[in-house]
């Protein structure tokens, strides 16, 4: 299991697109229970750091270790049926089913992949899952409406729902509150840091918003052109003169 309470660890990753370097040397390790921020400009390479722990991208240097296991390479499907979840920077729902089978069918992906799982999650327990994410998300009286028709908020809810029917150890979530409005955004981050409380979730979170980034992360790392040149608790980054150069530019001279 978790060795030291480690649920992932990420270690000298680095990888290139051609002569891009998008990551370089990036090491940090998540621990149980936890609210690990990643933060960084445009482009930092945030979204690729999560494309490596995923297994969609093979990194081009590092390893990576998921409940002290190497996951390095593995392909995404085998990463996620091993408890590791995640959300798209880009909404990836299924629009023309309605927004309780969206639910049913990640609830199912999980077990009907792993045989000796698929016997035990029946039907009763999947309409139960169903039913207390959509709950838990405010979508309950959305159930029968199809995916497509939801707003672009409540349809990014509904993808936390389908990252977390799938039970995972940890979630990643690329960019959860993009788009939302304010109050959405404040909604969203209420329930992430709830239901990751009560679950005992370890979170991975990629968000631009800093409000939500400062209340809701244990632990932030800061990415700057692939390079992470910051880590640690909000205060402490909040005030490292590396990161507000980073994201203000030097001072004008
Ligand atoms: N599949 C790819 N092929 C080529 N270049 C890529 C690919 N994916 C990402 N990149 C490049 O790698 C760099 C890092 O991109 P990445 O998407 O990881 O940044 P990010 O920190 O998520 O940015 P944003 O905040 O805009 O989402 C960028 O220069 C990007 O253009
Ligand atoms: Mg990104």
Redesign the pocket.
């Known amino acids: 299991m978790a060795r030291d309470g480690v649920v992932l660890a990420v270690e000298g990753v680095s ?1 290139s ?2 002569a ?1 370097a ?2 370089t040397d990036v090491s940090l390790s998540v621990r149980q229970g936890e609210v690990f921020s ?1 933060i ?12 490596v722990v995923s297994g969609l ?1 093979a990194p081009t240097a590092g390893r990576v270790s998921f409940l002290g296991r190497e996951i390095t390479g593995l392909a995404p499907e085998t990463i996620n049926r091993l408890g590791v979840a995640k959300t798209f ?1 880009i909404t990836n729902i299924f629009p023309e089913i309605s927004v309780g089978e969206n639910v049913s069918v990640a609830s199912q992906s999980r077990a009907a992949v792993s045989g000796r799982l698929a016997s035990l999650w029946r039907r009763a327990d999947v309409e139960a899952r169903v039913t207390e994410l959509l709950e838990a998300f405010g979508l309950t009286a959305k159930r029968d409406e199809l995916a497509e028709n939801l707003s672009h908020g409540e349809q990014r809810y509904l993808e936390i729902c389908l990252a977390l029917a799938t039970e995972p150890t940890l979630l990643l979530l ?2 959860p509150t993009a788009g939302m409005t304010p109050g959405e955004t404040r909604g969203a981050t209420a329930l992430i840091k709830k239901i990751a409380l009560a679950r005992g979730l370890t979170l991975l979170l ?1 968000e ?1 918003d800093m409000s939500v980034v400062m209340g809701i992360s244990d632990r932030i790392a800061v ?1 700057h052109f ?1 390079e992470k040149i910051a880590e640690g608790p909000p205060e402490q980054i909040r005030n490292d003169p590396r990161v507000i150069e980073a994201y203000l530019g030097p001072p004008e001279a």
């Open positions: 990888k697109f051609g891009l998008a990551l990643v960084g400009p445009n482009g930092a390479g945030k979204s690729t750091l999560f494309n991208y920077q690329d960019e990629i631009h990415l692939g």
